[in-house]
């Protein structure tokens, strides 16, 4: 498929049927993710692959908060058999920076006019989602919430300088599509968006 392509046809699935995820596939994504620009080529991220059965149904019995999970997003973005988890890594670029062609030996993080540890790791993730859409599958951006990261570091032996910014679901759209804000909101054109010169 040609690049401009799949970015046409990329979006969010958020229903899956159970069908598996060829291995290869996955492989080809986690190595297109890591092909992703990162400050100082610092690299900081990392990746928990979740591909079997049990450890799928961990990750959504850890992050789904009590009074939670019986919605059709739920049932939905469940059913899909791999679930990535993109982590990013501050102390890899605050290291990186220390070194001499960098020359940060402070390691502030007053430095950094935006945390590129977290840019870096969302451009590594879209990375994964294009390759879903090149390889004929769906592919769902989501964040874990905040008050179940604790439970989520301990279930999967997190480090603490990993920080999880979102996590992916990667799966064989169903037919039964789960509505998001693109069915009612409208897709901003370059025109809106663009200041081409001056502001």
């Given at each position: 498929m040609e690049l401009s392509e799949v970015i046409r046809r990329r979006r969010m699935?958020?229903?899956?049927?159970?069908?598996?995820?060829?291995?290869?596939?996955?492989?080809?994504?986690?190595?297109?993710?890591?092909?992703?620009?990162?400050?100082?080529?610092?690299?900081?991220?990392?990746?928990l692959l979740l591909d079997t059965p049990d450890d799928v149904r961990r990750?959504?019995?850890?992050?789904?908060?009590?009074?939670?999970?019986?919605?059709?997003?739920?049932?939905?973005?469940?059913?899909?058999?791999?679930?990535?988890?993109?982590?990013?890594?501050?102390?890899?670029?605050l290291d990186r920076y220390a070194e001499p062609d960098k020359g940060w030996t402070d390691r502030d993080e007053s430095h950094w006019p935006a945390p590129y540890w977290d840019i870096d790791t969302g451009m590594a993730a879209l990375l994964v989602l294009l390759t879903a859409v090149d390889e004929g599958l769906g592919g769902c951006f989501f964040g874990v919430p905040p008050e179940r990261i604790t439970a989520f570091r301990a279930e999967f032996g997190v480090p603490d300088d990993h920080q999880p910014i979102g996590a992916i679901t990667l799966g064989h759209p169903a037919e039964e599509?789960?509505?998001?804000?693109?069915?009612?909101?409208?897709?901003?054109?370059?025109?809106?968006?663009?200041?081409?010169?001056?502001?």
């Open positions: 699935v958020r229903s899956y049927t159970d069908r598996p995820v060829d291995p290869q596939v996955v492989h080809r994504a986690m190595e297109h993710a890591i092909r992703a620009p990162s400050a100082g080529f610092s690299q900081g991220w990392a990746f990750f959504w019995s850890v992050t789904t908060p009590a009074d939670a999970g019986q919605d059709r997003w739920y049932a939905g973005m469940s059913r899909a058999p791999v679930v990535i988890v993109a982590l990013s890594c501050k102390t890899a670029y599509r789960v509505a998001g804000s693109a069915r009612t909101r409208r897709r901003r054109t370059t025109a809106d968006v663009v200041h081409n010169g001056r502001w």
